[in-house]
């Protein structure tokens, strides 16, 4: 069965850190390019940021650029996105995404997703 699987939200304070990880199952994230979306109440989905399947090409949504990083592991079949200076409207559920061959913006777009993790910035 092809799973992916999101992990590492939490409740953090504004200008901390959360790192989540977008792990693989049932096959390799090798072939897929990689998009990390999120969706707070009451709106749509959008994009954050996305990576190639060689990871040489990444892209970022104009309200994370600077403070998000998205990488992968080919070793370990996960991809992460790092969060810093994590502010409020960040809060969100987030979601991974695989699909081939490229990045893209449009969530309809992406083929497998996986059940969402929940990140909460508060004080």
């Known amino acids: 069965q092809l799973q992916l699987v999101e992990s590492g939200g939490g409740l953090v304070q504004p200008g901390g850190s959360l790192r989540l990880s977008c792990a693989a199952s049932?096959?390799?994230?090798?072939?897929?390019?990689i998009g990390w979306f999120r969706q707070a109440p009451g709106k749509e989905r959008e994009g954050v940021s996305c990576?190639?399947?060689?990871?040489?090409?990444?892209n970022y949504a104009d309200s994370v650029k600077g403070r998000f990083t998205i990488s992968r592991d080919y070793a370990k079949n996960t991809v992460y996105l790092q969060m810093n200076s994590l502010k409020p409207e960040d809060t969100a559920i987030y979601y991974c995404a695989a699909r081939y061959p490229g990045c893209v913006p449009r969530p309809g777009d992406y083929y497998y997703w996986g059940q969402g993790t929940q990140v909460t910035v508060s004080s």
């Open positions: 049932g096959f390799t994230l090798d072939d897929y390019a």
């Open positions: 990576i190639s399947r060689n990871g040489g090409s990444t």
